[in-house]
């Protein structure tokens, strides 16, 4: 899933530059260096510079996601050293393994995955209004619609936030059975 976005923002973003340098490379053969500085028509610039921001939003996007799952994990780990005395008492009191993974980390995975929702959502409006209300029609061939945009980007970042949020909890339920509820080698 994210090779397969990783590929499409390198080959988008190397399409786009080479075809920059070469539309570059035509007017300066075409077009006088005096006529040149006193042209008013910067619509070629305009939508490598839309493409090259659209590249750099996806860009962006990957080293948010991937700085989210470094502070997640860093956070669970925090969360996990300061509170061993206290789960070691919820322990001692009884407590299931289910119920004290709960206890430990569902507000933490919620809070996550109902904040990345709702950011999420926030770009995928602001893009929806920016590309059809602020951009014109010319330089819209070159975007990637709205309703690609989340089903294919937006869409895609919200699951692997619900699976990774899926697999902490998993991964936090079995540190918790490995290191609370073992007794003499069997699991109580």
């Not at 921001?53 to 969360?79: D, G, P």
Request: glycine share 4%; net charge positive.
């Amino acid at each position: 899933m994210f090779i397969n976005l990783w590929i499409t923002v390198f080959v988008r973003l190397y399409f786009y530059v080479y075809l920059f340098k070469k539309s570059q490379e035509k007017d300066a053969q075409n077009i006088s260096p005096i006529f040149h500085l006193f042209n008013n028509d910067t619509s070629e610039e305009l939508i490598f510079l839309l493409a090259m921001l659209e590249v750099s939003l996806l860009v962006l996007i990957i080293a948010l996601f991937l700085f989210f799952i470094f502070y997640i994990v860093m956070q669970l780990k925090r969360r996990f050293l300061l509170s061993q005395q206290e789960l070691q008492i919820k322990t001692s009191l009884g407590c299931s393994p289910l119920q004290l993974t709960k206890e430990f980390c569902l507000k933490l995975l919620t809070g996550t995955w109902i904040g990345s929702g709702i950011g999420i959502s926030i770009t995928s409006i602001s893009y929806f209004y920016l590309y059809d209300f602020l951009i014109d029609t010319r330089a819209q061939v070159f975007l990637i619609t709205p309703f690609n945009f989340f089903l294919f980007y937006d869409l895609k970042l919200f699951l692997g936030v619900l699976i990774f949020c899926g697999i902490q909890f998993i991964f936090v339920y079995q540190k918790v059975i490995s290191k609370y509820f073992k007794i003499g080698g069997r699991y109580v």
